[in-house]
């Protein structure tokens, strides 16, 4: 099956190329069905067809013989493998699409109580994303969406909300504007 292209390939390929060659083995050398098909079946070998009828001008016995065996194996070994590439495929696609779901699922039960997801506590924390990006207390490059954090049990101010909004955190906490002031 030299020159063929095997991502275009399909059993198909290989009942053609089998045909050609049974009809070769019948035209040229007077074989019948049930001789091409105990070659195909392996009951029959290229030993059991001596004489000179059955020799190329070289004295050696056509390669036919052979080659239509080879090619049927070469066609079930090329089936096995197209499955089992088929079956490895469909369970990575499942198994992406379960990870999937497992994360949508757990980004809604993290929506549903009011937490950000991956954020791991009951609320959104002042170090997972500030301190991730590399922003401190008071800091106005903060002003992505992430929160500021107070190290340290430090009042300050942060632009923590992506909207531009101020958040402030008095020994650690979030604080609203009554306490600010108090």
Avoid: C, H, W
Avoid at 28 to 39: A, E, F, R, T, V
Avoid at 50 to 76: D, V
Avoid at 151 to 170: H, K, M, N
């Amino acid at each position: 099956m030299a020159g063929y292209n095997a991502a275009m390939m399909n059993e198909g390929t290989f009942d053609k190329r089998t045909e050609n060659i049974r009809e070769t083995l019948k035209d040229k050398y007077d074989l019948n069905d049930k001789q091409i098909d105990g070659l195909i079946s392996g009951e029959l070998t290229e030993d059991d067809f001596t004489g000179s009828k059955y020799q190329l001008p070289s004295g050696k016995i056509s390669n036919l013989f052979s080659n239509i065996r080879n090619i049927e194996l070469a066609k079930q070994k090329f089936v096995r493998t197209k499955n089992k590439s088929a079956a490895i495929a469909k369970f990575k696609e499942e198994q992406r699409k379960a990870e999937e779901s497992a994360k949508a699922s757990a980004a809604l039960e993290a929506q549903r109580k009011g937490r950000r997801p991956g954020s791991g506590g009951d609320g959104p924390t002042t170090q997972d994303t500030a301190a991730s990006q590399g922003f401190g207390p008071g800091d106005p490059g903060a002003g992505t969406g992430g929160y500021s954090y107070d190290s340290g049990g430090r009042q300050g101010f942060g632009y923590g909300l992506a909207d531009g909004g101020r958040v402030a955190y008095i020994d650690g906490g979030l604080a609203d504007m009554l306490e600010i002031y108090d």
